[in-house]
C-alpha cells in the first residue's frame, strides 16, 4: 500500500511560479512511474505530466510543455512539479498518483493507468 500527499498549491498571480510536491509512503516508491494530474471545476481530470521509476524519461501535456517540470527524488520518497509562467487557464485542484509498473506506458496517460492517488492540491492563477 503506498499512501500519496500532495503539498505546495497556492494563490499565485499570472506569470507566477509555483512547486507543487508529493511525498510517498513505502520501501518501493523508487519502483513506481508518478504522475500529476488536473481537475477544473466542471471539467473532467487531465494528465500534466509523468516520470518513470528512475527519473530518467518525462511526459508532458502540450498545454504544459515548456512551463511545467516534473522531477524526482527517490532518495526523499518525493516528486515535485515546478510551474513556471502560470495562466488563468491551469486553475484547477492537482493530484499526484502512483503507477506501480514502474515503467511509463500510454495508459499513463489517463487516470485508470494509476494505482494510488493524493487527496489533490488546489492551484488558482489570478489575472
Known amino acids: 500500500q503506498v499512501q500519496v500527499v500532495e503539498s505546495g498549491g497556492g494563490l499565485v498571480q499570472a506569470g507566477g511560479s509555483l512547486r507543487l510536491s508529493c511525498a510517498a509512503s513505502g520501501r518501493t516508491f523508487s519502483r513506481y512511474a508518478l504522475g500529476w494530474f488536473r481537475q477544473a471545476p466542471g471539467k473532467e481530470r487531465e494528465f500534466v505530466a509523468a516520470i518513470n521509476w528512475s527519473g530518467s524519461t518525462t511526459y508532458y501535456a502540450g498545454s504544459v510543455k515548456g512551463r511545467f517540470t516534473i522531477s524526482r527524488d527517490n532518495a526523499k520518497n518525493t516528486v515535485y512539479l515546478q510551474m513556471n509562467s502560470l495562466k488563468p487557464e491551469d486553475t484547477a485542484v492537482y493530484y499526484c498518483?502512483?503507477?506501480?509498473?514502474?515503467?511509463?506506458?500510454?495508459?499513463?496517460?489517463?487516470?485508470?493507468?494509476?494505482?494510488?492517488w493524493g487527496q489533490g492540491t488546489q492551484v488558482t492563477v489570478s489575472s
Open positions: 498518483a502512483a503507477d506501480s509498473t514502474g515503467h511509463f506506458y500510454s495508459g499513463n496517460y489517463y487516470p485508470d493507468g494509476y494505482d494510488y
